[in-house]
């Protein structure tokens, strides 16, 4: 068979080159919308840390904020009480994997657990943070349930102190991430084939060894994102929490870099050093976020 | 190594749903059974009750002369090849197929050897740092495989670990996991529903039928000697034809009606046959397609006047269906189908692609009359007096 060719154009653009063309023309409103609400106000952030800035007006005033800024205390407080707070993040992963495992085995009941335990996730932070700060109060419901044990002579008052208000804190949001954390897991444990938990059983596995050796990798993908959102959620989410609970005392003891960006643009009006100071969280949060994708990515 | 036996096995699911019933079936050292059926006829049930990913509901089941009721999956000692291969997805190939020795508690330089054996054997060797993944279906087959047989069991289960596969690597995978098993003479019990597999595998094959098991023999004594309509129709392809006559009075002959016309067997078939004796008395006269052919005149033998309706032609044969002539009702042949439909005695006809046979033509075939069967025209056993 012949086919004509007479009259026959060459194509300007050749198929790979219109298609990439597309591709780019169909990227350009979601690219431009990046720029304008992360690419821009992250420059204007840098710009601002050079300035005075007041909220109306600006002052340029060169690197000072930045020497200035380092040699506060109160920044190398946040940022320890930051580190401090990782340490919740292995019993934000723990809990509701083990909470995840015991229902994915359906036992008695699990429809009404996945729904307690979800429930922290459909209520406000705010309202969790008030129910903590009732909860670690001096005559609040921890002491109540010690004294009920016959612990009567034991008094906590883990916000008045301290010592004991970050790991308060720590403790609330590890509750305040149990539902979230909790379903992802089910979803995942929900994805393993079934088949490969048989195979295991004939192979020769007991419990523990299927969860070791096939449960947990499958759900290597959805802890690794669970870590992610936790640890960005510890650096940058906690803020209601610790408004309510503690209001970042007593001193500086809970108040975390996200806290202290609040108090030092709103509370001092110092906006430069506040701009500043939410430059250095934004690092931290995206050198965590690409430490992990690179963890992601390596396995692939 | 192991023989398996089922006693009055029965696996009843919650809603009473009875999944098998009453099974027994013994399978010997060494033997490759396989259970066959059409979906939901109980077999990966009895699978699965084998294996100790199923309760048993009553009954007794033992292993190497084991009752196994009770005992886990891990100590019965037993390899699975799974249907869809659940191969651990972030375990390379040899990681696979050592698993099982690992948690046994073998040294790594066992393992290693035993895994690199499997391998030979399977031709897997330059995969075994690959991840399933990375593998074709074939080969991932293969590693399923491997994983068994590593673990030198006393019995391989397999869960139809071909049905995967496209035509081409199911053939080829069947001759050699038949290889494999002759080779290490593990007793096997393999499910399928694919008859073929069924008929080329298994040293004996087991039908299974809504939860009870219609007949064990040889693949040949099936096909030669169905116990019933069911497994004449499963076994085959084509299917037995199987056609309503009636019994009619014959000089030194069987006589029988087919639709409205004579059909006359040898009178052996009375002696081998429990035959009804009474005129009208209904039987099914089975006739497998290879047994009719095109006769032209006058002929001996029993034949039927026939219409050819349709002509399949598939290359080393053609399959040409012929409505006999005249004729009243006829059973369907489809094996999951027991309502007995109004529609034309229709028969298959297995003829060499020679054969000059048009939609239209009018045939005499003549059935081939030593390897005719007779069936219970109500309760569907073969009236055969060995077998009956």
Redesign the interface.
């Known amino acids: 068979m012949t086919v004509s060719t007479v009259g026959a154009r060459a194509p300007r653009l050749t198929l790979r080159r219109r298609r990439q063309l597309a591709g780019a023309l169909f990227a350009l409103p979601a690219v431009a919308l990046v720029i304008g609400l992360i690419a821009v106000p992250i420059g204007q952030a840098i710009y601002y840390s050079f300035t005075q800035w007041n909220g109306l007006t600006s002052t340029w005033i060169g690197p000072s904020t930045w020497t200035q800024a380092f040699h506060n205390p109160n920044l190398w407080t946040a940022l320890e009480n930051n580190a401090w707070l990782l340490l919740a993040v292995p019993f934000a992963l723990g809990l509701p994997l083990l909470i995840a495992m015991l229902l994915h085995q359906r036992v008695i009941g699990w429809k009404i657990f996945r729904s307690i335990y979800f429930l922290p996730t459909a209520i406000s932070w705010v309202v969790l943070g008030l129910v903590a700060e009732r909860f670690f109060a001096f005559q609040g419901t921890l002491n109540s349930l010690i004294h009920f044990f016959g612990l009567s002579h034991v008094n906590t008052n883990m916000l008045g102190y301290e010592s004991t208000a970050l790991s308060a804190l720590g403790i609330t949001f590890v509750f305040t991430m149990i539902g979230t954390n909790t379903m992802l897991f089910l979803t995942g444990l929900a994805t393993l084939d079934t088949s490969l938990e048989e195979a295991a059983r004939i192979d020769g596995a007991g419990r523990w060894r299927i969860f070791r050796h096939i449960t947990l990798p499958h759900l290597s993908r959805f802890i690794q994102l669970a870590f992610v959102m936790t640890v960005i959620a510890l650096f940058s989410a906690l803020f209601s929490l610790i408004f309510v609970m503690t209001g970042g005392g007593p001193g500086y003891a809970t108040t975390t870099m996200e806290f202290l960006i609040y108090q030092t643009g709103f509370a001092q009006g110092d906006f430069g050093t506040a701009a500043l100071y939410g430059l250095i969280l934004f690092v931290l949060t995206a050198i965590v976020g690409i430490v992990q994708l690179r963890l992601i990515g390596s396995d692939e | 190594m192991a023989e398996i036996t089922f006693s009055g096995v029965t696996k009843v699911f919650p809603g009473d749903v009875t999944a098998v019933d009453n099974l027994n079936l013994h399978v010997a050292d060494g033997e490759f059974m396989v259970l066959v059926g059409p979906s939901g006829c109980g077999k990966t049930t009895a699978l699965r009750m084998l ?3 199923e309760e048993i509901s009553s009954g007794t089941l033992s292993i190497g002369g084991r009752v196994v009721n009770h005992v ?3 100590d ?1 000692d ?3 090849v ?3 291969y ?1 191969l ?3 375990m390379t190939v040899a990681q696979n197929m050592g ?2 020795l690992k ?2 508690g073998e040294s790594k330089a066992e393992v290693d050897r035993k895994v690199r054996e499997a391998a030979t054997i399977l031709r897997l060797g330059e995969y075994l740092d690959r991840r399933p993944r990375a593998l074709s279906g074939g080969q991932r087959q293969r590693v399923a495989m491997g ?1 068994a047989i590593v ?1 030198s069991p006393q019995a391989f289960l397999m869960d139809e670990p071909l049905s995967n596969l496209d035509a081409q690597l199911r053939v080829e995978m069947r001759v050699e996991i038949a290889r494999i098993q002759r080779l290490l003479g593990v007793a096997t019990v393999y499910v399928t529903h694919d008859q073929i597999e069924a008929m080329t595998m298994g040293d004996r094959v087991a039908v299974m039928r809504g939860g009870q098991l219609q007949q064990v023999a040889p693949p040949q004594v099936l096909y030669d000697h169905p116990a019933n309509e069911f497994v004449a129709g499963f076994m085959g392809s084509p299917p037995m034809n199987l056609v309503r006559a009636r019994i009619s009075p014959s000089e030194g002959r069987v006589g029988l009606v087919v639709g409205d016309q004579r059909l006359d067997v040898p009178a052996a078939y009375g002696a081998s046959h429990d035959l009804p004796r009474e005129e009208g008395a209904e039987v099914v006269l089975g006739v497998r397609p290879e047994d009719i052919d095109v006769v032209g005149g006058d002929v001996t033998g029993p034949t039927l006047k026939t219409r050819v309706e349709r002509r399949e032609a598939l290359g080393a044969e053609i399959l040409v269906h012929l409505s006999v002539a005249d004729a009243g009702t006829a059973r369907s042949v489809a094996y999951d189908e027991d309502v007995a439909v109004a529609r034309p005695t229709m028969l298959v006809a297995r003829m060499a692609p020679q054969a000059r046979v048009e939609v239209g033509d009018v045939l005499t075939v003549r059935l081939n009359e030593e390897r005719l069967h007779f069936f219970d025209s109500t309760r569907g056993v073969t009236l055969r007096r060995e077998c009956a």
């Open positions: 294996a100790g990913l886990l999956p891990k019965r037993v390899a699975m799974f249907q869809n659940a651990y997805p972030h698993f099982a948690i046994r994983r673990r």
